[in-house]
T-cell receptor, first 111, second 115 residues
């Protein structure tokens, strides 16, 4: 069974810093990997989707990379802002018709 | 445009009662998923619908859980004889094509509390 791990579990940074969130998965046979953010008491907002054939995706201040062979992905956030404070979830889709989620990284950006 | 909607947003019920949770996917999306987010356990897959195909029920935790999707659109997740361990946030997601290619878009969830 696919297992997805996210490190660190929590992270606090001062405003303006660049930061990297890590995601690893045990089964490299994936179709895609998706990064989400979740605000307290809210649903999930999709940030970036990387297909298995891609190496990275960018959206604004966010850049996600994928190294399928090593089972790793990173989410890079540039020039962090207090509004970036949320829990960030990594999820992979394999042969089954569903996403396997990590337990998330809780990010706090301090003004 | 309209996103995925879910109702109710909150549901409190007594142990042993049945509950129904509703999901309206994004118009035109053929794939619909239900997930559960329990405190301290993360998100887990429950069931997947794709068009008119038989649903993938492999994630349902017990036979008290069932789901249907009428007319390829709205879906209802039913939990019979609720137990306290069923307390969680139930999230619905939809995507536009067959699994494996597309981004999943999530609704706001239904928070279920079983007393």
């Amino acid at each position: 069974k696919q297992e997805v791990t996210q490190i660190p579990a929590a992270l606090s940074v001062p405003e303006g810093e660049n930061l990297v969130l890590n995601c690893s998965f045990t089964d490299s046979a994936i179709y895609n990997l998706q990064w989400f953010r979740q605000d307290p008491g809210k649903g999930l907002t999709s940030l970036l989707l990387i297909q298995s054939s891609q190496r990275e995706q960018t959206s604004g201040r966010l850049n996600a990379s994928l190294d399928k062979s090593s089972g790793r992905s990173t989410l890079y956030i540039a020039a962090s802002q207090p509004g970036d404070s949320a829990t960030y979830l990594c999820a992979v889709m394999g042969g089954a018709n569903n996403l396997f989620f990590g337990t998330g990284t809780r990010l706090t950006v301090i003004p | 445009g309209a996103g995925v909607s879910q109702s109710p947003s909150n549901k409190v019920t007594e142990k042993g009662k049945d509950v129904e949770l509703r999901c309206d996917p994004i118009s035109g999306h053929t794939a619909l998923y239900w997930y559960r987010q329990s405190l301290g356990q993360g998100l887990e897959f429950l069931i997947y619908f794709q068009g008119n195909s038989a649903p993938d029920k492999s994630g349902l935790p017990s036979d008290r859980f069932s789901a249907e999707r009428t007319g390829g659109s709205v879906s209802t997740l039913t939990i019979q004889r609720t137990q306290q361990e069923d307390s969680a946030v139930y999230l619905c997601a939809s995507s536009s094509r067959l699994a494996g290619g597309d981004e999943q878009f999530f609704g706001p969830g239904t928070r279920l509390t079983v007393l």
